[in-house]
C-alpha cells in the first residue's frame, strides 16, 4: 500500500522557520518524483516544489523560490521541505505528492498528474 505522511507543520510567527518531512512507502523511492503543494482557505491548490531524489533536482515556485528548500534523504524515503523566512501569505495545508519520474519532463512538475497524496499538515504563519 502506497503511503505518504506528512508532518511538522504548527503555528510560526512571521520570519520564523519549519520543517515539513514527507515519509514514502509502498513504492520505489528513487523512481518517483515527490512534490510539495499547498492549499489556503478559498485558494486553489499550489505547486510549492518538487523533487527528483534519483536525479537530485529541484523545482521551486516564484513565490517561494530562496524561501524554501527541499532536500531527500533516499536511505529514510524521506522528503523534506525547510521553509524559512515565513510570511503569512504561507498558511495553508501543505501536501506531499508522488509521480512516477518522468525524467526531463518533471519541469512540468505543476501541471503533472500526481498519482499519490498524502493527508497534509497545517502551517500557520500569525504573530
Known amino acids: 500500500e502506497v503511503q505518504l505522511v506528512e508532518s511538522g507543520g504548527g503555528l510560526v510567527q512571521p520570519g520564523g522557520s519549519l520543517r515539513l518531512s514527507c515519509v514514502a512507502s509502498?513504492?520505489?523511492?528513487?523512481?518517483?518524483?515527490i512534490g510539495w503543494f499547498r492549499q489556503a482557505p478559498g485558494k486553489e491548490r499550489e505547486g510549492v516544489s518538487c523533487?527528483?531524489?534519483?536525479?537530485?533536482?529541484?523545482y521551486y515556485s516564484d513565490s517561494v523560490e530562496g524561501r524554501f528548500t527541499i532536500s531527500s534523504d533516499n536511505a529514510k524515503n524521506t522528503v523534506y521541505l525547510q521553509m524559512a523566512s515565513l510570511v503569512p501569505e504561507d498558511t495553508a495545508v501543505y501536501y506531499c505528492?508522488?509521480?512516477?519520474?518522468?525524467?526531463?519532463?518533471?519541469?512540468?512538475?505543476?501541471?503533472?498528474?500526481?498519482?499519490?497524496w498524502g493527508q497534509g499538515t497545517q502551517v500557520t504563519v500569525s504573530s
Open positions: 509502498g513504492f520505489t523511492f528513487d523512481d518517483y518524483a
Open positions: 523533487i527528483s531524489p534519483r536525479e537530485r533536482i529541484t
Open positions: 505528492a508522488a509521480v512516477e519520474d518522468p525524467g526531463g519532463l518533471l519541469s512540468l512538475w505543476k501541471l503533472w498528474p500526481f498519482d499519490y
